[in-house]
């Protein structure tokens, strides 16, 4: 298997719906995204699949010196080999890289965040840069783009977020900054308890829904970020944000049930999001 079909799979099997929005790239830039994309779940794939956290910190450790080792013209791991190629064009540094393992190190290091400043340097971490290496990768002309892909970043991050609180909780991790979970009065205890009816009731639901009024909105400043000189090349970045911007309306219409399911859209409703956002270009 070449670099390029090891990246390939690991994207295509992740069915992210970042996947749907490669598709319509030229083959130059899906290649690019797509290395970049198995980088990052390579790293993140580290944090969820380890059940020890010292194994998990020497593998995101061996990470951090491959990245290093690939910039400087030595790549080992076939998603590093895909990627280096690229980053000359699209101006993918090591900083980049090793800010998404430092996003991913934060995991093993804390499991609660204190106020919502806090949970929003992690997003900046595994999901804002993220954001800025695809806007470039996309095609971009003007500076304002960047702060539109930090801001997109951050609302689907938080769509993770809101999706996930019941698999989270199953790994002892609760992304809901304390803050707000005593505005609410819900206690911590209730969300990893997880199973029906415990961790379920009228303050969690209004909990939930202040965070998914805070995605929404966002979501809005973001796209209002978004400049039209950059509106067209930047389309698979809106499809991702459809994508996601439907999930979080599908999670509000079952009501917050996400502690004991995790709430998706099927792969035909992604793949048609993604087509109708190519076709209006919004």
Not at 138 to 152: D, I
Not at 205 to 229: G, I, K, N, S, W
Not at 242 to 259: S, T
Request: net charge neutral; with cysteine; glycine share 6%.
């Amino acid at each position: 298997m070449t670099p390029e079909q090891y990246v390939q799979e690991k994207a295509a099997a992740s069915g992210s719906s970042f996947y749907y929005a490669f598709l319509f790239l030229p083959p130059p830039r899906r290649a690019a995204i797509t290395a970049f994309y198995a980088f990052c779940r390579e790293v993140d794939d580290v944090v969820d699949e380890t059940q020890d956290s010292g194994v998990a910190a020497t593998k995101l450790a061996w990470w951090r010196k491959e990245a290093a080792a690939a910039f400087a013209g030595q790549p080992s791991h076939p998603a590093m080999k895909a990627l280096m190629p690229q980053v000359q064009a699209y101006d993918i540094r090591l900083e980049h890289l090793l800010a998404v393992i430092e996003g991913c190190e934060m995991d093993l290091q804390q499991t609660r965040y204190l106020d919502f400043p806090g949970l929003k340097r992690y997003c900046h971490l595994v999901a804002g840069v993220v954001g800025e290496v695809a806007s470039g990768i996309f095609g971009r002309t003007q500076p304002q783009t960047v702060e539109y892909a930090h801001k997109l970043g951050l609302a689907m991050q938080l769509t993770n977020i809101i999706r996930d609180v019941g698999d989270d909780a199953r790994r002892g991790r609760v992304y809901l900054p304390v803050n707000e979970l005593q505005q609410f009065g819900v206690k911590a205890n209730e969300i990893l308890l997880r199973t029906k009816p415990w961790g379920y009731s009228d303050r969690f639901t209004a909990l939930m829904q202040f965070q998914a009024e805070r995605a929404h909105r966002l979501y809005d400043e973001a796209l209002a970020l978004l400049p039209d000189a950059d509106r067209a090349a930047q389309k698979p970045g809106l499809m991702m944000a459809n994508i996601y911007r439907a999930l979080l309306v599908e999670i509000e219409r079952e009501d917050f049930q996400v502690l004991h399911q995790r709430i998706s859209l099927t792969p035909l409703r992604k793949a048609w999001i993604a087509m109708k956002t190519n076709w209006r270009g919004r």
